[in-house]
């Protein structure tokens, strides 16, 4: 018992030591100063500013360009950096199956052809002898049940024309159709701008409204920024105001911007910039400010910046 009672008053004393350094450790620890940050943070330019992160955007917004029908890629016309005209074509998807259709269709066409001359001989032929009939029967020479045959067969013969000229103009039509389609399959680029993304390769399956597009397009020669204004702050921002924006790693150079529009739509937070502290669940105002490429300041599409908005 009285070794017992010795452990115990020893193991007491041990704990008591060793609280106490833990606690002495972690004053001294508590102690030691905060480093300061890597990149100083960027000063308000205005003495009062509304503080909203945006995402850089090419002028008139990115184009996702998609494809208006599922198929094989045949062939990527474009490279990323290259600038387009309106027009130029972008990328190709198989059209052999079209191609063949239109040449079974322009077969049909010929035949079509025709029929419709083979029914207009015929027609000419049954009018010259409804012709004579007409005068035979004028002179009582002909019967009236002959006149009434050749008026007849007239008649069958006429509407054996118009039946084949509708499958002219139906395989004609039929023709257009696939030409058009045809015309579908190599997709063009619809505005002036730079391709600033390529995510489809030759030989890969694309469908029609894929969230990944094909391609992206844009005006790069000026861009924007799209800033998250919070909806809680989003009253005290004024048409017109001016704003500052300080690329992310960059606080020593502001960015004048100037002032395009205010989106009349508050929308949820979709652009977020990775803080602790970011709510995901947000609705935001969005404020467009552009701003000129300078020579000594590389920008890209897709960059996040860090505006000030003056109240």
Do not use: C, H
């Not at 106490?20 to 100083?40: E, G, K, M």
């Not at 503080?51 to 094989?72: D, I, K």
């Not at 191609?99 to 419709?116: D, F």
């Not at 619809?190 to 094909?214: K, M, S």
């Amino acid at each position: 018992m009285i070794l017992l009672r010795k452990a115990s008053v020893y193991l007491a004393i041990l704990g008591a030591i060793g609280i106490a350094t833990f606690v002495l450790r972690l004053r001294a620890t508590s102690n030691v100063p905060i480093p300061p940050p890597p990149l100083p943070p960027a000063a308000k330019p205005f003495p009062q500013a509304i503080g909203a992160s945006g995402l850089v955007e090419a002028r008139r917004e990115n184009t996702l360009v998609g494809v208006p029908l599922p198929g094989v890629v045949k062939a990527v016309r474009v490279a990323v950096w290259e600038r387009v005209s309106a027009g130029a074509p972008l990328l190709e998807l198989d059209d052999r199956e079209a191609r063949s259709a239109l040449a079974a269709q322009r077969a049909q066409v010929a035949v079509a052809e025709a029929q419709v001359a083979t029914a207009r001989a015929s027609l000419r032929r049954v009018r010259d002898a409804l012709t004579r009939v007409e005068r035979l029967r004028e002179g009582s020479v002909a019967s009236a049940e002959a006149l009434e045959t050749a008026r007849n067969e007239f008649a069958v013969v006429e509407a054996q024309l118009a039946t084949a000229e509708a499958q002219r103009e139906a395989a004609r039509a039929a023709v257009g159709q696939t030409e058009t389609l045809l015309e579908r399959l190599v997709i063009r680029a619809p505005i002036d701008g730079t391709v600033l993304q390529v995510n489809v390769r030759a030989g890969e399956f694309v469908i029609a409204g894929a969230a990944t597009p094909p391609m992206v397009l844009g005006d790069i020669d000026e861009i924007q920024v799209r800033a998250d204004v919070d909806e809680q702050v989003a009253p005290r921002v004024r048409p017109g105001a001016r704003a500052v924006g300080y690329l992310k790693g960059d606080t020593s150079r502001p960015i004048p911007m100037e002032f395009v529009r205010i989106e009349p739509y508050v929308v949820p937070k979709r652009s977020l910039t990775g803080a602790s502290t970011e709510r995901v669940d947000t609705r935001v105002l969005q404020v467009i400010y552009r701003f000129p490429k300078a020579p000594d300041r590389t920008v890209y599409v897709g960059q996040q910046l860090d505006l000030y908005i003056e109240e």
